[in-house]
């Protein structure tokens, strides 16, 4: 077993035990390899060891990875800040879209889907308070953008994403999360079909699967730290 993978297998039974603890089945919990920095070579070894979804935040430097693996058929989720003048790009060659903060963004990736790829999967970005990132709707805002993205023909809305500050504190940790789920759920009891909770990295996955997260954006732990 090469290092790369001994650390996805890591990844991977933290996310297990995790799940276990708080009484969740594992199975609910994906794992998306944010790759972002790293060649398509490492992309290429960590598929061959199972991992299929992989992350994101470089507009160019994801569409080389895609346009380099397209026979792997990975499914590419991007997590980064999308300026307008990007958007065709994204819509034509990801399947995820994570940072949706803006209609005029949204908008813009579901006129440019192509008719032939099924609607773009997105998640709103929420900035919890307290947030080290600037990106993200506030939560007051969130509801309205929701409802105005789920409308949008090309795209899906999934759910919600955050990048809480980083605390060494489990129970700090831990609120932001609930937060982000908290507003989930009011959005599903106002009628809007949401399966995804993006939420937690390296430093707190247990905590984000103690509040429900669906997908975990994982790189330091399996990649190593960013070069
Ligand atoms: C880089 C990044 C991650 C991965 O963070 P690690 O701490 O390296 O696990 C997750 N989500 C987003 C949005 C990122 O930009």
């Known amino acids: 077993m090469t290092t790369l993978t001994a650390k996805l297998q890591a990844v991977l039974a933290r996310i297990a035990g995790a799940a276990r603890q708080y009484g969740r089945d594992p199975a609910d919990v994906g794992l998306l390899a944010v790759s972002k920095n790293w060649p398509a070579a490492t992309v290429r070894e960590l598929a ?3 991992q299929r979804a992989f992350g994101e935040s470089y507009v160019q430097e994801g569409l080389a990875k895609i346009d380099e693996l397209r026979a792997l058929g990975l499914e590419w989720h991007f997590i980064g800040s999308l300026q307008a003048n990007k958007t065709r790009w994204v819509a034509e060659a990801f399947d995820w879209v994570h940072s949706i903060d803006q209609l005029r963004i949204a908008q813009r990736l579901s006129e440019q889907r192509p008719a032939t790829l099924s609607p773009l999967s997105v998640c709103l970005q929420v900035n919890l308070s307290g947030e ?5 709707v ?3 805002a969130a509801p309205a953008l929701a409802h105005a993205v789920a409308g949008l023909p090309r795209l899906r809305l999934r759910g919600l994403m955050a990048i809480p500050a980083p605390s060494d504190d489990y129970m700090v940790q831990r609120r932001p999360f609930r937060g982000l789920r908290e507003l989930s759920e009011q959005l599903q009891a106002d009628g809007l079909l949401l399966d995804t909770l993006s939420m937690g990295m390296s430093h707190d996955l247990e905590a984000a699967i103690a509040e429900g997260a669906t ?3 994982v790189g330091t732990a399996i990649f190593g730290e960013r070069r």
């Open 48 to 50: 061959a060891a199972g």
């Open 132 to 136: 080290a990132s600037k990106g993200g």
């Open 138 to 140: 506030s939560p007051a």
């Open 215 to 217: 997908l975990v954006r």
